[in-house]
Structures are given as C-alpha cells and as structure tokens.
C-alpha cells in the first residue's frame, strides 16, 4: 500500500535532497530535528493512494486537501509505501477524514498513528528515509485547470441532455399527428378536397 502525507513546503527540499544522499545504516533509528516538520499534529493523517478500484485517487485527495486551504497556493506531499509503518512497529488506525468532501472522507482511505510518540515518529521518518518515495506539490494552478475541466465536462453533459430532451419532444411530436381530409361542397358536390395535420 502507497501512503501519502501532506507536509510544509519549505520542508520539501530536504526530504528531495536526502532522496540523493547516501544510505546508511545509522545505530540509531532517529532523524534530524528539521524532518519533524509538518509531522507534529497529534495522531498524524495518511492517505491510501494505492489507486485501488473505486477509491479516490491522490489526485482527488489533493483537490479536496486544497478546498479546505485558507492560506497559501500550493501543497506539498510525500507519498512512501506503507512498509515503513511496519518496520517503525506501527499500527495504522483507519478513521473518516476531515476534508469536507463526504466521498472522499467516508472512501476508508483515511488512516491516523493514533497515540505515537516522538520517538515513534522519528523512527517513522528514519525507516521512509531507508526506502524509496517521493515528493510533490499540487499549485492552485492544477486546482483551477481541474475545476475548469470538470465545468467544461457539465456544460457538454447539459448540451448533450437539452439536444435528447429537444430530439425527444420532437418526435412525440410527429408521432401524434395524424392527416384529417377536408371536404367542401356546395349544392351537394364537391368542389374542394384538402387535408390538414391534428392530434391524435
């Protein structure tokens, strides 16, 4: 399983820059002081985004994490697999999340490390450290492209439903008329024959 955090941007470049250095095998499982930041919240969020069938994707998760943003244009995450949760001897508590965004919060892809320690923490990072993983920012500018595709998306569904609604009534139209022939005489003969539409 693929997790993803949502860390501070100014912290990213540390995290693409160990990516590059080193890797070591430290007597202790620990990490800087600097790595902490963005981890600090009591019971820390993740999010599943394993891509599984009918579950958000990352790219959902960002959209709803950058709704409910009130400062700043960007978002910065880290995605690492779940394997260093347990090789960090952690448990992962699956929990709602808090985005305001009903199907991605009820999608039970929210999980929080309920209860860590610091400790427990730094052994977290020290493990996501030793293994493959990656970082990203999602802009205001990927925000605004995805609504505008989405918008465009409705207005064509809207096109497309008025045309069949339009297609519809016409044909119910055409349906229910029927030809009436209209006879007029005069002294008893019959001087004109014509037909005109009615319903039927």
């Not at 990352?58 to 995605?79: H, M, Q, S």
Request: with cysteine.
């Amino acid at each position: 399983m693929f997790l993803m955090r949502q860390i501070e941007v100014e912290i990213r470049p540390e995290w693409e820059k160990a990516k590059s250095a080193k890797k070591e095998i430290e007597l202790f499982e620990d990490c800087e002081p600097n790595m902490l930041l963005g981890w600090t919240d009591k019971n820390p969020s993740l999010w599943d985004v394993s891509s599984a069938a009918e579950k958000p994707t990352i790219t959902d998760i960002l959209v709803a994490l950058f709704r409910r943003k009130k400062n700043g244009d960007k978002i910065a995450y880290l995605k690492f697999s779940s394997n260093a949760v347990e090789k960090a001897k952690l448990v992962l508590a699956q929990t709602n999340g808090n985005t305001g965004n009903q199907q991605i919060d009820l999608s039970k892809t929210h999980f929080e490390l309920s209860g860590i320690t610091a400790k427990q923490l730094c052994t977290l990072i020290y493990h996501i450290l030793c293994e493959e993983y990656e970082t990203g920012i999602f802009k205001k500018s990927d925000f605004d492209k995805i609504v505008f595709e989405v918008y465009d998306k409705y207005q064509v569904m809207q096109i497309a439903s008025s045309g069949t609604a339009i297609a519809s009534v016409a044909t119910v139209a055409q349906s229910s008329t029927k030809i009436i022939p209209v006879s007029i005489e005069e002294n008893g003969n019959i001087v004109e024959s014509s037909s005109v539409s009615g319903t039927k």
